[in-house]
């Protein structure tokens, strides 16, 4: 596959090299999301009318999930990115998704609100009408890619209508969008995520994405099963590149004494096999929900909420054990471990976070209402 063959030559040759520092120095990786746009990447799901890929949920999981096991902080810019793609394909001008298309445009998803949360549905702030547009007031608690993407597929209350929220497409460069403060964590460091405010943001009726009030159903139809999935295959990488270097530094370290090695002993290959099977169970739950929304099965949004929830916990669980089978080499931050144990913490918090989608599923098995 042609653009999988693009994707690894920017993997080797730009983002793999800066990881380190791109998590040492929490330094947005703008290099590598330029190459991305360079190769056509990050058109990756634009429709080939306006001059992108037009490829299917499937490769954009491939190349998160690739770009992750090398640096997640860069998969999770592409993730947000392809999120907000989501949206734009089915309600942005042909302008904008030409300008995404050719990789000459970075977006992202502005929905969680310090109000609300990690309940991103729930839209607070305020919006109204000012002459032929529209003032917006509110606070965004954390936004991959602030103050570096060039538009935020942004959240409000519905300005006049009935309904949820509203979806706007807000370039960055607008007056009265402010960075309060940067962001210093412990994983994810590069990506980005910092709060956003607006005070008296204008914008004209035509940057609504959809209609007045229709933001939950474009939030549950469009981008949902794009972030489920995507951040599922982040998690998946992560996992990936843990158990390779926890299974590389066992079978290289050595008891000279005993004249074998550390993975000579059960119970580290134990540790091991137990960690294999949970990826490759959270990888399999990940690719039935590609299955699923593809043949648009009846469980498809079930599958969706599951593979978030399953594949975060499951990171949690590798990355914990690829620490302890590394013991206190694992502590070492050349060994590499330790910043995927960082940063596989994210998934499970990041809205909606486990235990809200654990609720969720529990109300959907039980036949209830998920959203009341």
Same mark, same amino acid.
């Given at each position: ?17 800066? &990881? ?101 549905? &729930? ?9 032929? &547009? ?239």
């Amino acid at each position: 596959m042609p653009y999988l063959e693009k994707l690894d030559t920017v993997i080797r040759d730009i983002i793999e090299p800066a &990881a380190v520092a791109t998590d040492r120095d929490a330094v947005f990786p703008r290099a590598a999301i330029a190459a991305l746009g360079e190769t056509g990447l990050l058109g990756l799901i634009s429709a080939t009318g306006v001059g992108g890929m037009g490829l299917d949920l499937a490769a954009a999981a491939q190349v998160v999930e690739r770009i992750a096991k090398a640096c997640p902080s860069t998969a999770m810019v592409v993730t947000m990115h392809y999120c907000g793609t989501s949206v734009i394909e089915k309600f942005g001008t042909d302008s904008i998704r030409r300008e995404i298309a050719a990789g000459r445009h970075l977006t992202t998803l502005a929905w969680s609100d310090a109000g609300s949360r990690s309940h991103f549905w &729930a839209a607070v702030g305020s919006v109204r009408p000012d002459g032929d &547009a529209y003032l917006l007031d509110c606070d965004k608690t954390m936004v991959t890619a602030a103050g570096e993407a060039d538009s935020y597929v942004w959240s409000s209350p519905p300005a006049e209508a009935a309904g949820a929220s509203t979806l706007w497409l807000v370039d960055s460069k607008t007056a009265g969008l402010s960075q309060p403060k940067l962001f210093d964590g412990m994983g994810l460091r590069g990506n980005g995520s910092s709060p956003l405010s607006c005070k008296a943001l204008r914008l004209p009726a035509s940057a609504m994405l959809g209609s007045d009030g229709g933001g939950f159903d474009i939030m549950l139809g469009a981008a949902l099963p794009v972030f489920s999935v995507l951040i599922a295959s982040c998690s998946q990488g992560i996992m990936e590149a843990a158990l390779e270097r926890a299974c590389a530094h066992a079978s290289a370290s050595k008891f000279e004494h005993l004249d074998s090695a550390l993975a000579d002993l059960p119970t580290i290959r134990a540790y091991l096999a137990r960690a294999r099977i949970r990826a490759d169970m959270a990888r399999t739950l990940r690719d039935d929900t590609l299955v699923a929304l593809a043949g648009g099965r009846a469980d498809a949004m079930l599958r969706v909420m599951q593979t978030k929830a399953a594949s975060a916990e499951a990171a949690l669980e590798v990355t914990d054990v690829a620490m302890r089978v590394c013991g206190g080499a694992a502590f070492r931050k050349d060994v590499g471990v330790e910043r995927y144990f960082r940063d596989a913490r994210a998934a499970s918090i990041m809205a909606p976070t486990s235990d809200v989608l654990f609720d969720f599923i529990g109300k959907a098995v039980c036949g209830l209402p998920v959203f009341d």
